[in-house]
């Protein structure tokens, strides 16, 4: 679990996705967030490459299609079903063509009408494109047989730039009238469209507190007034853009603003570069980084109003962020480093999960490049060796680091031989590389970076080994990775969260932690359980009043994959969670979830085959354990005898 100062570990890597396109003379390259393409204009076509499925897809050719002669292109995107090419040459003229007939025809913005700032497809009712203007906001249909588009309404306003991210449906805009520190909110999904009132970013003080009105009085959209400025509750649950979540204010957040509360703030010039929109957890945030002050803002987004809830403190003032397995990642590109944070994690603005690393890029290494290594490096290794080898964490590689999908880091002889014990000479290997960031990317949301300047793209991906490996907090670790998914077993770095929790539990008892700290990783552990079997109840209740037919085993299938296998279908927590007791549920559900019954078999029948701890020391840690009000859970499952532990 201690960190090992090694210098060639990353919590953090970019794996590279191609297509190798870096040789080309290529025109113009983007990626499109909402069909998950590669765009490239090259030769006077566009070609579209599915970069959807990683490396293991070879990034597919999706379709390409001859451009008309005309100035350079500026910006493109497909439709949502990619039967459309929207193509942007000047700031108040698109060209949309029909991929399947090649029918194209031109959509231009009117003079008075402002500059096109943005434009995106939508799968929202009556709105399939959106284009955002320097003057106004633009809903728009397809006319009949999409042979052009119809405006069936335009929002007049005046606008500095626009933003839009796929992920979140959102479109953030700037306004360009003073004082210039206003922004506008759009979300076009696809049960609605919903528009906030214009707002003002206000530091550390809650944004609805602050509440600022600039649209027209004749706009449409015009809301009452807020009240004057007063710290908000948080919003009940479902009042979400993203519903389904509770909303939980970090306790010293709302000291901070408390205590910052008695002085207004002048307005803040904001540009999209400190600008960025999240998801996390399913709820839609707001970043805002603050050079001035060295920090990073969240703001969650409501449907009324806007609320601060989390302040990270920023060591660089240049920033960039990504979003990966619903985690905040904060690249400073002064220092190359990146810094992590869970937003469901309640750590103070000063601490984080693990400390920052620089960001390591994984490079698909072709199979002779993987032989001249085994001859280059080290010789000839048995498979017997591969395999030791590749048990081994990435924190505890070597300086050239080599990785096989569905094992762990190992060198670079280890990999080929292993490779080529198992038949795959030609298969998926990665090598490990520094890579500082470059002036040259682009960051698309979530988690895409694109080297304009190399044409290569590629996907963040974390190496949850090295982040166990370097973590402080067990207990947060814990909670940390229960909130992640599992990876694909062909994926590089695939240590998955499951193993890993039932590691940190073992190490917890190896190095006999003090006993709150052990009491709190079970408690994480089994609370997780019994909020999975509390939803599966819940879920079961709701089907049932509904006049569905519902077993057992579908209540279970509710939870989460891997929260109530069949094994788990006769222990305490299940009893006492049917039976309705009350169970506090997480306000980020646990994805992960250790049943207790792979307690018993992964961890206490080892803890006694190993002889690792005593039984005086483990009854002091499990005395006490609860989960909810379901009682000392610990004794109710697992028993301690002459013969080891057994599962009641």
Known sequence: MASTGAGDIAHVYLLELGPDIGHEEVEFVTYDDATQQLLVVKGGHVFAYDVSKGPAGHSSLKWMYPLQEGPPVIALRPSLDNRLLAVQRSAAMLELVDLASGLCFVHSIHKGRGDILCFFFTDAPDTDMVIVTSRAVELNQFAAKRQGLRCRERVRCSNAWALYT??????????????????????????????LPLFELQGPLPASAAMRQFLPPTSPYQQQPLPPAAPSPTPAAGAGLAAGTVAVAAPQQQERSAAAGGSGHAHRNLSPECIWLLKMYGRVYLAHADAAASRLELYRFYTDTIILQHVYELVSPKVQLSVVDNTLLVHHLDTSVVMLHDVALALPASSQLANPLPLRRLQLLPPELAAAALDADQGPVDAAAASSSSSSSLSRAGSRTLLVPGSSSVTAAAAAAA??????????????????????????????????????????????????????????????????????????????????????????????????????????????????????????????????????????????????????????????????????????????????????????????????????????????????????????????????????
């Open 166 to 195: 796929h992920e979140t449906r959102m479109a953030l805009i700037g306004s360009a009238t003073p004082p210039q520190s206003a922004l506008a909110a759009w979300q076009f999904a696809s049960h609605g469209i919903t528009q």
């Open 419 to 648: 490779a080529a014990a198992a038949g795959e000479a030609g298969g998926e290997v990665y090598e490990a590389s520094e890579a500082s960031h470059a002036a040259s990317w682009r960051y698309f949301m979530p988690g895409m970076i694109l080297d304009v300047a190399s044409k290569a793209i590629g996907r963040l991906q974390l190496d949850l080994q090295a982040i166990a490996d370097s973590a402080g907090d067990w207990p947060a670790l814990v909670g940390f990775l229960q909130r992640r998914n599992a990876l694909p077993p062909a994926a590089p770095l695939s240590a998955q969260p499951r193993q890993l929790l039932v590691g940190v539990a073992r190490a917890a008892l190896t190095e006999r932690l003090s006993l709150a700290t052990v009491r709190l990783i079970f408690d994480r552990l089994l609370q997780a359980y019994a909020d999975a079997m509390a939803r599966a109840a819940a879920s079961s209740s709701s089907s049932s009043a509904t006049g569905a037919t519902t077993t057992t085993s579908a209540a279970a299938a509710a939870a989460p994959a891997s929260a109530a296998p069949a094994s788990a279908t006769g222990s305490g927590a299940a009893a006492a969670a049917a039976a309705g007791l009350p169970v506090p549920l997480l306000a980020v559900p646990a994805v992960t979830v250790i049943t207790p019954n792979e307690l018993a078999r992964d961890l206490f029948q080892w803890v006694h085959d190993e002889e690792v701890v005593d039984a005086l020391y483990l009854q002091a840690v499990t005395k006490g354990v609860t989960v909810g009000d379901l009682g000392a859970f610990m004794n109710t499952v697992v028993v301690w005898d002459a013969c080891g532990w057994e599962v009641s």
